[in-house]
């Protein structure tokens, strides 16, 4: 009988101790994990701490998993919460015998990087962009973006309220901007982020009872907001070709007035718009929305045929209609649901579909005249610059920015289920998230990203990370081989060099933060 009132006191001490953690669990707002799965929640954290150590003798490399490594996650995760990003006893991976592996080559002679307490030193690490958006064409609203770095079209619905809401105040915090995605403009867009606001097929937020759109309406939406600028999209990379796909699980009362959709059904945006049919058409809606509003207008697409890239620089060669950005996306992009073939065979590469546009852009003189901006696994500070070495002026980020503000590649995202209340509207698993803890970790990422970048154009020599040239890139075969990235993407010597205008910008916009 005292051996079992023991057991019986050992029993009750551990109900209570449980019973603690999940008071404290569904009322801490840090981890979402955790506030969706009280107690049970602590496993993925601690099978996470010895992931590593399993993996080495039982499963997979840090350098193995799919979409993003776990070393990738790692950086995301530790930038977002201001912890050490550092990684230690040199690199794990194979360099000598991975094919296309990117290597940027230093100056010998770099450019200081002030630390914390030296002069010059910015603690929110902010890096312009050397283009003015919409100056060439003498837009109204014509911008300098603050920041290089912006996060991509993820749109409510696809991603929760607390999620959109969460973005969005981090980008303000970092000073930079949030993509509206296709999905309209929504009340948690509305806390204080600048927005661009994508103009899907649907034209959601922007369309008449008939589903077609809508200036007069688009004109209302906009009055009071703070969009900067317009992107018509013709194609994303999760699903080039095919409409965006939103689930009827996921439409709730709010998206289905948002939207102008109807309850129960799954939202199918048609494959291509009705307001346009090809590149002419396109040059004269962009300039009527332009005109009407007075901000930016651009366009998103993932690249396949070439066609139509070089009819519209034909178009716009004539200098009276052109579009002020063009957001290029690659085929390995993905925050949508998506059939499997689309996502996997569907679409170019960044690399490759961002070098092809570009020379197109660049033998018709027009590549000074756009804003380039490129999308699909780009937020690394490696990749990120090589992209910005290619062309672009800006980088945008979706799964990266997912990441830092609680996702952990759970690929749940289609099924309204996602542990993390990132990517779902189920009420209870949205309330895992806290949008103010985690905006935290977006700007913490969006600058940590922005440091490294900057360090990585210091480390070549320059001041901007625009400014680094293609010829500082090179890719090692398994070969013991090593290619020029000039020579690998086809851009003849004088391709991709900043004209003499955009070093003095950068030189002047740099020297100006750093006064």
């Known amino acids: 009988m005292q051996l ?32 969706n799965f009280p107690v049970i929640g602590h496993f993925r954290y601690w099978l996470e701490t010895v992931g590593p150590e399993l993996r080495q003798y039982i499963v997979t490399s840090n350098d193995e998993e799919r979409p993003f490594s776990r070393d990738q996650r790692r950086w995301v995760y530790a930038s977002s919460k201001k912890e050490n990003n550092y990684f230690g006893f040199g690199t794990d991976n194979d360099i000598e015998r991975t094919s296309s592996y990117l290597i940027v080559k230093h100056a010998v002679f770099p450019r200081p990087s002030p630390h914390e307490g030296e002069p010059g030193y910015d603690p929110r690490y902010r890096v312009p962009c050397t283009k003015v958006i919409g100056g060439p064409r003498g837009r ?8 290089i770095i912006n996060t991509s079209a993820m749109s409510y619905g696809s991603l929760s309220y607390a999620a959109v809401e969460a973005i ?8 930079c901007m949030q993509n509206t995605g296709e999905g309209g403009l929504a009340p948690h867009h509305l806390h204080g982020g600048d927005l661009v606001w994508q103009l899907g097929t649907g034209y959601f937020g922007a369309r008449d009872e008939h589903g077609r759109f809508s200036m007069e309406r688009l004109v209302e939406r906009l009055e009071g907001n703070p969009v900067r600028m ?23 009362p ?32 962009a300039e009527s929305i332009a005109e009407r509003t007075g901000l930016p207008v651009g366009i998103k697409s993932a690249i396949g045929e070439i066609e139509f890239w070089q009819d519209l620089a034909r178009l716009m060669q004539k200098g009276d209609r052109g579009v002020d950005f063009i957001t290029i996306d690659g085929g390995e992009g993905g925050t949508g649901a998506a059939p499997l073939v689309f996502s996997d065979h569907v679409s170019l590469p960044f690399k490759i579909g961002f070098s092809r546009v570009y020379r197109v852009l660049h033998e018709a003189g027009l590549e000074d005249r756009v804003t380039l901006i490129g999308s699909g696994k780009l937020g690394f ?16 980020v979706a799964r990266e920015a997912m990441l830092s503000i609680g996702c952990i590649q759970a690929q749940r995202c289609h099924t309204g289920h996602c542990p993390t209340g990132v990517a779902t509207q189920n009420a209870w698993l949205v309330r895992g998230l806290d949008p103010t803890a985690k905006s935290a970790r977006l700007a913490n990422y969006v600058m940590a990203l922005r440091k490294e970048m900057l360090q990585l154009a210091h480390a070549c020599g320059v001041a901007h990370p625009a400014l680094v040239p293609l010829d500082a890139f090179e890719v090692i075969d398994e070969g013991f081989g090593a290619r020029p990235a000039r020579e690998i993407f086809g851009y003849p010597e004088g391709i991709g060099r900043r004209s003499p205008e955009t070093y003095a910008a950068a030189e002047q916009l740099m020297a100006s933060l750093d006064a």
């Open 4 to 35: 079992m009132s023991v057991w019986l006191w050992v029993a009750s001490g551990l109900g209570v101790v449980v019973f603690l953690v999940a008071l404290y669990d569904v009322t801490q707002k840090k981890r979402a994990i955790i506030r």
């Open 140 to 147: 109204k609203k014509a911008f300098r973006p603050a920041s």
């Open 168 to 175: 969005n105040r981090g980008v303000k915090i970092a000073g």
């Open 230 to 252: 317009i992107e018509l999209k013709l194609s994303q990379g999760a699903k080039p070709g095919l409409g965006g796909v939103l689930p009827a699980a996921k439409i709730t």
């Open 254 to 285: 709010e998206i289905s007035r948002i939207r102008g959709v109807p309850m129960g059904k799954d939202c199918i945006s048609p494959s291509g718009h009705s307001a346009f049919r090809n590149a002419d058409e396109l040059l004269d809606f």
């Open 381 to 396: 500070p490696e990749v990120a610059l090589l992209a910005m070495a290619l062309g672009c002026d800006m980088v945008n």
